[in-house]
Every structure is written in C-alpha cells, then in structure tokens.
C-alpha cells in the first residue's frame, strides 16, 4: 500500500517513502506549477474577484454565492498538498515507523494474517475514495463537453479577464484553464486523502489484530504446553508474560504513531473543516439544484474524515473490551499488573481531530450537518 501510494504522491511532488532514493521527475513539478498556477487564476483570483468586484456591478446574488461556494470548496486541495509539501519530512519519518512497526510483525503469524485481512479492507476503503473524488470531479469538469453550445463547469462563473467567455478564444482558454485547474486540484486532493486512509487504516488494523491476540493468548498458551504432562503454571504465564509484553509494545507504538501523524495534519484538517462548512452553506444558499455536483464533493471529504475517525475510536474500544476478556484472572500477579497498566492506556481512547478543536466521529458529523443546516437557514430568513 505504502508503494501504491507513494508512486501517486510523487506525481504531486510528495516524496512519502525513504526506500524510494530516487529523485522525482522535474516534469511533475512543472505540471504541479503549472496545474496550481491555473488552480489560483481560477479559483483564487477570479473567485475574489467575482465576489468582491463583479457582484456589486451585476447584483446577481445566485452566481455569486454559486461561485464563492467552488472557491471554499476547492480550497481543501492546495490545503492538503501544501501542508502535506511543507512537512513531508515530518511524514517521511512518520511512514518509516510505520514500516518498522510493521517489520517486527511475524509475516506467517494469526496477528499478521488478521493484519492483511483488515488492510485489504483498508486497501478497498481507500479505492472508493479516490475514485468517488476523482469521477465527481471529473463528471463537473466533463459535462459541459455533451451539452449542446458553448458550456463551462460552472456557466455564471466569470474569469477574470476574459470576458466575453464564450467567444474565441475566450472560451478555449477557459475550458484549458478549469480542465487543467480541476484535475491537478482534485489529484492532488485525492492522494492525499488515500495517504490518510492508509495510514489511520493501518493503525486500526493493527489495534483490531491486537485484540484478537489478546482474547487468544490464554488458549495459546494452554495449546502451547498441551503435550505436557504436568503443566506448571509459572511456564504458562512465562509465555503469557511475553506476549502480553509485545502486545503493549505494539499498542503504545500505535499510540504513539497516530498522534504524530495527527499533529502534522491537525491544522491542515482544522481549515479543511472551515472551508467545506463555509461551501456547504453556500452550496445550499445557491440552491441544490444549481450545486448538485459540489456538495457531494464537500460531503465526502467531511463524511471519510469522520469515518475514520470513528473506526479509530471503534478499535481503541475493541482494545478495551478485549484486556477485559483475556481471562487475566488465571495470570499471575506479574501478568495481571501487566494487564492493569494496559487497561489503564486502553482507557485514553485514541482518537483523531480537526486542530483540536473538534473530536473525528460520527457525532461531529452530525453536529457539522445540524450546523451548517443552522447557519442555512438563519441567512436564508435574514436574505428574505
């Protein structure tokens, strides 16, 4: 998976793996300069200055909130890719802990075939992602192409300019732009968002596996010594002992591995969050008839980021419920000391933010819904 990744993120200059030695193409980085010098015409300037100048001059209020509603909303793509360029050694050293942690995995051990089973998936979830980005994004960008006449994504939004729009070569240079603006932006996005997915998807396959040790290692170690004619209880939690040992290693490295990859993307999460929230209640002020294609693209980057961090609240409680059930009550007072102390860990729930200010899970996405739905609804009654 690292691989997969890493071979996409390289196209957006992001260099994610230290065994990769090689240096990237300096053509990415002139099609990423290319690609972002469209994106900041289109949806940077031209947005401000459609909001702030051509607004007051035309008093078109629809177009208006349509199209600052595009500018919040692409705005999480240049977020991603920049915090993710300014900290990529942060993150290269993040990814190769995670290839250690997962090196001192036994390859033909239960825990690291429970480990593959979660990851495919992980693998699956982390697709359908990427292409639910990508095909939205390209169903807006494509569309106007089968329609007849003289079409763009976004037909009341002006370039700045190059008005008349759809006059040549106005229009060809146009389509150029929010074709070459659209795909590098949403590349660029898309890969980012598959880089989180592996790497939250990873932690909560490993803590998940933990759990199934953990619920095992008594019946282990009785399978362990089941030859034996005269079993002694010390050589069973000797055993024990030193599984539960490389259970807590593993659980405090995991621990330690999400909360390092959280404080590299918490800000860059942080203001993701704000954007969409602005977009998606100006996507609803434009009216969902003239926004159709947006707000799906908003939802599923608020509704995949509070996924995921839901399934890592899931698994730290699945860690939880499973020290309960390791029928610690057979340990000896060493192992049950050990128990304690992981108990004791398991009980800081893991969890993920947006800058610290909003907790990842399905309750935050139900408290961002019911907020923009509230802040909808206040400006639609104070327009009217």
């Known amino acids: 998976m690292v691989e997969n990744v890493g071979f996409l993120l390289r196209a957006a200059t992001v260099n994610i793996d ?133 079409h763009f994504p976004e037909d009341e939004f002006i370039l700045y300019g190059l008005e008349p729009m759809r006059e040549s070569p106005n229009f060809e240079v146009a389509t150029a732009m929010f074709t070459i603006s659209i795909s590098t932006g949403v590349y660029s996005l898309a890969n980012g968002t598959a880089f989180m997915v592996m790497l939250f998807g990873y932690t909560e396959a490993q803590i998940i596996s933990l759990s199934e040790e953990l619920l095992n290692v008594w019946s282990d170690a009785e399978k362990e010594y089941e030859n034996v004619v005269d079993i002694d209880l010390e050589d069973l939690n000797a055993f024990i002992a030193t599984r539960l040992k490389f259970i807590a290693r593993m659980h405090v490295e995991n621990i330690t591995l999400i909360k390092q990859i959280e404080n590299v993307l918490r800000v860059s999460m942080a203001l993701e969050f704000l954007f969409l929230m602005a977009g998606l209640i100006a996507a609803m002020l434009g009216g969902i008839a003239n926004t159709y294609l947006e707000i799906p693209f908003a939802l599923v980057q608020i509704f995949m980021s509070c996924y995921l961090g839901q399934k890592i609240i899931n698994s730290s409680e699945t860690f939880e419920v499973a020290i309960y059930g390791c029928k610690w009550e057979n340990f000896n007072k060493s192992n049950m000391t050990t128990v304690l102390i992981m108990l004791q860990n398991s009980q800081k729930t893991l969890k993920l933010s947006a800058g610290g200010v909003a907790i990842l899970s399905f309750e935050c996405l139900m408290s961002v819904m019911k907020s923009c739905y509230s802040f909808y609804t206040t400006l639609q009654s104070t327009i009217k």
Not at 122 to 139: C, F, S
Request: hydrophobic share 45%.
């Open 18 to 150: 230290k065994r990769n030695l090689k240096p990237i193409p300096i053509i990415f980085y002139v099609l990423t300069i290319i690609g972002y010098s469209c994106y900041y015409y289109v949806y940077l300037i031209s947005v401000l200055w459609f909001v702030f100048v051509h607004y007051p001059q035309t008093g078109d209020y629809v177009a208006t909130i349509i199209v600052f509603s595009l500018g919040a909303f692409t705005e999480t793509c240049p977020i991603k890719l920049l915090f993710m360029v300014i900290n990529r050694n942060l993150i290269a050293d993040v990814v190769e802990r995670y290839l250690i942690c997962d090196g001192q995995v036994n390859t033909a051990s239960r825990f690291s075939k429970n480990i593959r089973k979660h990851l495919r998936v992980v693998k699956k979830r982390g697709t359908i992602i990427w292409l639910t980005l990508m095909i939205n994004a390209y169903i807006h960008c494509l569309t106007p192409l089968f329609l007849p006449g003289r």
